[in-house]
């Protein structure tokens, strides 16, 4: 028996495409219509049209969307690359060696890469794949050196009356 999780996940050209064909049924079936009219199904025809119009220039403008940040975001990642290539590009410039505070410069631009390249893997599977594979829903998605360090657990309160935890009562 399949359940509604077994239907596979659609990418927006085949939605696009699907959209297309039922259009052209739609008009097909609008042109029998106006070569013989029935008021019932006329006024049926008019709003089944509009809602597919309306999905459909929503689809457009969410395919538009998407396809913009993924370039922005791929323009982010080569713009960070390019940044990293020339830190340490000028860091070996004049003794081809690096220093602490060069290497430190190195390190956040590293930092500043592997975050744009995962937030363009991020876009990409939240955007252009199913939605399974959308595990990573932070914006911040590796710490900077300085906010590395997490505070202490909260400790838990000891119980203060004589009552035994719900587990370890006796039936």
């Not at 990293?84 to 190195?106: G, R, Y």
């Not at 890469?113 to 911040?140: D, Y």
């Amino acid at each position: 028996m399949k359940g509604k999780r077994d239907v596979p996940e659609m990418s927006n050209a085949d939605l696009k495409r699907m959209l297309d064909q039922t259009m052209t049924r739609f008009e097909n079936w609008r042109i029998e219509v106006e070569r013989k009219p029935n008021p019932m199904m006329i006024h049926s025809l008019k709003n089944i049209m509009s809602i597919i119009e309306t999905v459909t220039s929503m689809s457009d403008r969410r395919m538009e969307y998407s396809y913009k940040e993924l370039v922005q975001r791929m323009a982010e990642l080569m713009g960070e690359t390019a940044s990293l290539n020339m830190t340490i590009v000028n860091a070996l410039k004049d003794d081809d060696s690096i220093d602490e505070d060069e290497l430190q410069l190195i390190s956040s631009g590293l930092f500043k890469l592997i975050n744009a390249a995962a937030e363009l893997a991020r876009l990409v599977q939240e955007q252009f794949s199913a939605p399974e594979l959308a595990a990573v829903t932070a914006r911040k998605l590796l710490p900077g050196a300085q906010e590395t360090a997490t505070p202490p657990a909260p400790k838990r309160q000891a119980r203060s009356h004589g009552a035994m935890a719900p587990a370890q009562e006796k039936k």
